[in-house]
DNA sequence: CACATTTGACCCAC
DNA sequence: GTGGGTCAAATGTG
């Protein structure tokens, strides 16, 4: 699915999230043309010296966008509502300790790239460094604490290849005002507005809380409008790096970063992504969408 | 000056 | 005793 050169973005909706989503558009848009130019310019051949500085520079663009895409993306998925209520709101149980009422609040997780603005202030209380990891941990708690509220949260570098790459653990609801930011609980985005119109769903298949198969679907201006399946036998388990990389890099596959949510019982059911991530971003994207569910899952940093 | 961050000390569950 | 979470004084920043 390569777009054409004068073809235009798609207009998205009148407001903030649209407004994101556009500039994403633009930006993968340009990624596009940029990989279409490097390509001709790589075609003619023949002259390699004068050519190399170009290849360089094609490289610095494509990154550069690259990341401006995924700071795009990692804002416009903490700010609005991809995943269920279920998973957003964490709960709290009640644990008997001795004579004593305990309450132990169940946390959630997302992995996240920095900058990891999820729209709400903090203030850093705390850092400490971790036995079982090489980073440290961060302790934040909400700005509004002195309104009563006991939202907290810990970042925390994840143990990966990847230096932006955290893991951010949730604690407690925010009862401020800041809850109220339109945002974070814009009840009009609707998670069909969110999950790309698109190609490149990467559909996970469960069974049995155990993910079966992850298939790839490439829809708009595909050549064939087919969809391909990898046949994983658990997700979790993923080792055939070459087979997730042959579908995300192939010429149908292009499209937004990638988007995820979540829906049921937190089982990820769905997500894209696009080429220029390859493996890295699939790693990214199976504990994202899996937040929460890392520690029970393990799935694999590459 | 007000607010945020840093960092060593303290607390507490295990 | 140890490790993780929080406190609070010192320090930084706009």
């Known amino acids: 699915m390569m777009m054409g050169a004068m073809e235009k ?33 790589s075609k003619l051949g023949g002259e390699p010296a004068p050519l190399q500085l170009p290849g360089v520079l094609f490289d610095e663009v494509l990154q550069a966008l690259t990341m401006a895409l995924t700071n795009l993306k990692s804002t416009t998925s903490s700010s609005v509502c991809l995943i269920s209520d279920d998973h957003r709101t964490n709960t709290s149980i009640e644990i008997k300790s001795g004579s004593r009422k305990r309450r132990k609040v169940i946390p959630w997780t997302k992995v996240t790239y920095a900058p990891h603005d999820d729209g709400y202030q903090w203030r850093k209380y705390g850092q400490k460094n971790i036995q079982k990891s090489k980073s440290s941990r961060s302790y934040y708690r909400c700005t509004y604490k002195d309104e009563g509220c006991r939202a907290t ?49 990467f559909s996970f ?35 055939d790096k070459a087979s997730i990389e ?32 390859e493996v890295m971003s699939m790693d990214f994207l199976v504990q994202y969408s899996s937040f929460g569910y890392d520690d029970i899952f393990g799935f694999p940093c590459f």
């Not at 609801?173 to 769903?201: F, G, M, V, W, Y």
């Open 205 to 239: 298949e469960s069974n049995d809380n155990m993910f079966s198969s992850l298939k790839v679907s490439g829809t708009q201006q595909s050549v064939n409008e087919q969809e391909r399946s990898v046949d994983l036998q658990n997700i979790h388990n993923i080792n």
């Open 246 to 277: 042959s579908v995300a890099n192939s010429e149908d596959c292009l499209g937004p970063i990638f988007e995820a949510c979540s829906e049921g019982e937190g089982i990820p059911t769905s997500a894209c992504l696009s080429p220029p991530w």
């Open 153 to 201: 949260k810990h970042v925390e570098e994840k143990d990966c290849n990847d230096p932006h790459l955290f893991s951010v653990t949730y604690y407690e609801n925010h009862t401020c005002r800041a809850n109220s930011d339109p945002i974070i609980t814009t009840p009009e985005i609707e998670l069909d507005q969110l999950l790309p119109k698109e190609p490149n769903l």
């Open 9 to 41: 973005p798609l207009i998205m909706a009148n407001n903030a999230f649209g407004e994101t989503e556009m500039a994403i558009q633009e930006i993968t848009r340009g990624y596009q043309l940029t990989k279409q130019i490097q390509s001709m310019v």
